[in-house]
């Protein structure tokens, strides 16, 4: 019996739990009483948002009791519309278990899914994978022959290859079947061992982001992806970004490092099951997976103390590609399988920029490119004359809807683009639901279109009630709103939005422009810009630029090219020769540290203006 199990036996008799039936799908899962209901969820890996941290206002962790539902909260009556109240539908961190239940989980969608749909073929490229499966026939032993069936197994594969304990045991199962079995190689050493002539083998990659976690599942035979799936990061609820979650580990030493390591595992481990279930994959098939994330995530998805990334002079444990078993850091797959992480190139420009480049190119000889992956970091990389030069900025979380006052991240009913034409504002949302929030993709449109319009000054304060838009600004200060949308539950763009976007596009852009000047180049000598990132794949290239976030370009240059980290992880998990690549283009980029560069504050100053 595994400890999981053991476990789950001892809760069950234990009166200060209780049982929460998850539908749909019909799995049970239990908690202790008097916890809320968020907090069993998320200790049991269910993916379920909730950015506000358990405080009842972003809206997001909806659940839906089948059976007796408890009162409405306060919260649920501001958050949620009295049809849905009456249907059953609470907020999750506003109730408590005490007792049984059965609940219905929304699986999210929209762009937080965006990491996991964003083309379910693989991108071509070789199939060079350095997991593999090889049919062998063992004679069986005689007296003329009586060697250990280790020595068989073995010989009949090329006489070195080392057998670990596991397959040992797998080999004692099998001695007696007809000699027929077929052996999973990597490194020059068996992982397993199985009878008949047929095994399929198989790979995940992995996108460990701050924000998000996604997981990808490929026929390592084939290429073909099986399945996808993405979930918010469990260790959000532990820092919103990386200086929060590196504090928490200074704070809480050991065990607070353990506490976010196994945080991202149970999520990463909880959309495994998902997509092997969808796939009827085996995960103990699952032989392989490359991991991408910025160097932060790296270190805490391997349990290594990040502490030293967050002060001057920002140095990590390691920048290497890391390889290690399964087992070692707890993935629910093959526990002998190979897991790897891509190189990275300093404390904040990590696998997962390496992996965009692997993925997008730099573009051909003479052509210069910019790709930026923007998020609560934004990084950057600038491509030109055979030079390839980073930086890193601390754009906040103001893209990611984190900090933006009616904010949330991009799921169903966020607003995603705003158009304003004839005194009329339009406002399209993912998924086509009611709006109920702005994320990031809508703070930089709802921008841009207000600016455009004459309702925002280019010092980003909000003008004078005009002819038409007098009627949608109410509030004063930092308090003061422009309406958005209309009915009982309308949504609004706030001043401190404005000023919480002005800042993040300034650090951005400051960025840009120290790295065209070291390099020695005007804007315009520019010839791609490409925006990575799952947040890239709803932008608009036209209000990119005339917000300032991007230099005065013309918008045709610049490409949404979306989750191109998990495109790189793909790649590299097909054709193993990528990942001694991918440190190469790690060892070759020239890293700015921005915050030793005395010109990042004048120039951050001055980007803050709307042109």
Same mark, same amino acid.
């Given at each position: 019996?595994?400890?999981?199990?053991?476990?789950?036996?001892?809760?069950?008799? #234990?009166?200060?739990?209780?049982?929460?039936?998850?539908?749909?799908?019909?799995?049970?899962?239990? %908690?202790?009483?008097?916890?809320?209901?968020? *907090?069993?969820?998320?200790?049991?890996?269910?993916?379920?948002?909730?950015?506000?941290?358990?405080?009842?206002?972003?809206?997001? /962790?909806?659940?839906?009791?089948?059976?007796?539902?408890?009162?409405?909260?306060?919260?649920?009556?501001?958050?949620?519309?009295?049809?849905?109240?009456?249907?059953?539908?609470?907020?999750?961190?506003?109730?408590?278990?005490?007792?049984?239940?059965?609940?219905?989980?929304?699986?999210?969608?929209?762009?937080?899914?965006?990491?996991?749909?964003?083309?379910?073929?693989?991108?071509? /490229?070789?199939?060079?994978?350095?997991?593999?499966?090889?049919?062998? /026939?063992?004679?069986?032993?005689? !007296?003329? #022959?009586?060697?250990?069936?280790?020595?068989?197994?073995?010989?009949?594969?090329? %006489?070195?290859?080392?057998?670990?304990?596991?397959?040992?045991?797998?080999?004692?199962?099998?001695?007696?079947?007809?000699?027929?079995?077929?052996?999973?190689?990597?490194?020059?050493?068996?992982? *397993?061992?199985?009878?008949?002539?047929?095994?399929?083998?198989?790979?995940?990659?992995?996108?460990?982001?701050?924000?998000?976690?996604?997981?990808?599942?490929? *026929?390592?035979?084939?290429?073909?992806?099986?399945?996808?799936?993405?979930?918010?990061?469990?260790?959000?609820?532990?820092?919103?970004?990386?200086?929060?979650?590196?504090?928490?580990?200074?704070?809480?030493?050991?065990?607070?490092?353990?506490?976010?390591?196994?945080?991202?595992?149970?999520?990463?481990?909880?959309?495994?099951?998902?997509?092997?279930?969808?796939?009827?994959?085996?995960?103990?098939?699952?032989?392989?997976?490359?991991?991408?994330?910025?160097?932060?995530?790296?270190?805490?998805?391997?349990?290594?103390?990040?502490?030293?990334?967050?002060?001057?002079?920002?140095?990590?444990?390691?920048?290497?590609?890391?390889?290690?078993?399964?087992?070692?850091?707890?993935?629910?797959?093959?526990?002998?399988?190979?897991?790897?992480?891509?190189?990275?190139?300093?404390?904040?420009? &990590?696998?997962?920029?390496?992996?965009?480049?692997?993925?997008?190119?730099?573009?051909?000889?003479?052509?210069?490119?910019?790709?930026?992956?923007?998020?609560?970091?934004?990084?950057?990389?600038?491509?030109?004359?055979?030079?390839?030069?980073?930086?890193?900025?601390?754009?906040?979380?103001?893209?990611?809807?984190?900090?933006?006052?009616?904010?949330?991240?991009?799921?169903? =009913?966020?607003?995603?683009?705003?158009?304003?034409?004839?005194?009329?504002?339009?406002?399209?949302?993912?998924?086509?639901?009611?709006?109920? =929030?702005?994320?990031?993709?809508?703070?930089?449109?709802?921008?841009?279109?207000?600016?455009?319009?004459?309702?925002?000054?280019?010092?980003?304060?909000?003008?004078? &009630?005009?002819?038409?838009? =007098?009627?949608?600004?109410?509030?004063?200060?930092?308090?003061?709103?422009?309406?958005?949308?209309?009915?009982?539950?309308?949504?609004?763009?706030?001043?401190?939005?404005?000023?919480?976007?002005?800042?993040?596009?300034?650090?951005?852009?400051?960025?840009?422009?120290?790295?065209?000047?070291?390099?020695?180049?005007?804007?315009?000598?520019?010839?791609?810009?490409?925006?990575?990132?799952?947040?890239?794949?709803?932008?608009?290239?036209?209000?990119?630029?005339?917000?300032?976030?991007?230099?005065?370009?013309?918008?045709? !240059?610049?490409?949404?090219?979306?989750?191109?980290?998990?495109?790189?992880?793909?790649?590299?998990?097909?054709?193993?020769?990528?990942?001694?690549?991918?440190?190469?283009?790690?060892?070759?980029?020239?890293?700015?540290?921005?915050?030793?560069?005395?010109?990042?504050?004048?120039?951050?100053? &001055?980007?803050?203006?709307?042109?």
């Amino acid at each position: 019996m595994s400890s999981d199990e053991a476990s789950a036996q001892e809760k069950e008799g #234990d009166p200060t739990s209780g049982s929460i039936e998850l539908l749909p799908g019909g799995r049970t899962i239990r %908690g202790v009483l008097g916890a809320t209901i968020l *907090d069993v969820l998320r200790e049991n890996g269910v993916p379920i948002e909730g950015s506000c941290g358990g405080q009842g206002i972003c809206g997001e /962790c909806r659940i839906r009791f089948v059976e007796d539902p408890p009162e409405p909260t306060s919260s649920d009556v501001a958050q949620l519309g009295a049809s849905e109240i009456d249907s059953g539908w609470r907020l999750a961190c506003r109730h408590v278990l005490d007792g049984d239940a059965r609940i219905e989980v929304p699986r999210a969608s929209g762009a937080l899914d965006q990491k996991a749909r964003d083309d379910k073929e693989t991108t071509e /490229c070789a199939l060079h994978p350095d997991v593999r499966a090889r049919s062998i /026939c063992l004679a069986r032993p005689s !007296r003329d #022959d009586p060697r250990p069936i280790s020595e068989r197994f073995r010989a009949a594969l090329d %006489g070195t290859a080392c057998v670990p304990l596991a397959a040992l045991r797998r080999l004692g199962e099998l001695r007696d079947g007809d000699g027929q079995l077929t052996a999973i190689e990597a490194d020059g050493e068996v992982l *397993d061992a199985c009878a008949g002539h047929t095994a399929n083998i198989y790979g995940l990659a992995i996108d460990v982001g701050t924000t998000t976690l996604a997981v990808h599942l490929l *026929d390592l035979a084939t290429g073909r992806q099986l399945g996808a799936a993405a979930s918010r990061n469990p260790q959000c609820r532990l820092g919103a970004d990386v200086i929060a979650r590196i504090a928490h580990v200074r704070h809480h030493g050991n065990d607070g490092l353990e506490e976010l390591h196994s945080a991202a595992i149970g999520g990463l481990n909880a959309l495994i099951e998902q997509v092997a279930g969808e796939a009827s994959v085996p995960r103990t098939s699952i032989c392989r997976a490359t991991v991408v994330g910025n160097p932060t995530m790296v270190h805490l998805f391997l349990c290594v103390d990040p502490r030293g990334i967050d002060r001057s002079p920002y140095v990590p444990v390691f920048r290497d590609g890391v390889r290690c078993r399964a087992q070692e850091v707890g993935l629910g797959i093959h526990p002998r399988a190979v897991v790897e992480t891509l190189a990275a190139v300093s404390a904040y420009v &990590g696998a997962d920029i390496v992996a965009g480049l692997l993925a997008v190119g730099t573009g051909g000889e003479g052509e210069t490119t910019l790709f930026l992956d923007i998020g609560t970091n934004g990084e950057i990389v600038l491509t030109s004359g055979g030079r390839r030069i980073a930086c890193s900025t601390a754009a906040g979380p103001a893209f990611e809807g984190a900090s933006v006052v009616e904010g949330m991240p991009a799921l169903d =009913g966020a607003i995603e683009t705003v158009r304003v034409l004839g005194g009329e504002v339009d406002c399209r949302t993912i998924g086509g639901a009611p709006a109920i =929030g702005l994320c990031g993709t809508g703070l930089v449109s709802a921008i841009a279109e207000l600016r455009s319009a004459g309702v925002i000054e280019a010092s980003g304060r909000f003008a004078d &009630g005009g002819a038409w838009w =007098g009627e949608r600004l109410d509030g004063e200060g930092k308090r003061r709103r422009f309406r958005l949308t209309d009915g009982h539950a309308p949504v609004h763009l706030y001043q401190s939005d404005v000023r919480e976007f002005q800042l993040a596009k300034a650090a951005v852009r400051a960025g840009i422009e120290i790295q065209l000047d070291h390099a020695g180049l005007a804007a315009q000598a520019i010839d791609r810009v490409l925006i990575g990132g799952a947040f890239s794949s709803r932008l608009s290239s036209e209000h990119l630029v005339s917000t300032g976030l991007l230099p005065e370009i013309d918008p045709s !240059r610049v490409r949404l090219v979306g989750n191109v980290a998990g495109q790189g992880a793909k790649r590299a998990l097909l054709d193993r020769r990528l990942v001694d690549e991918a440190e190469g283009v790690a060892r070759s980029i020239e890293y700015l540290e921005l915050s030793g560069d005395e010109r990042f504050a004048d120039l951050y100053v &001055g980007q803050m203006a709307l042109p």
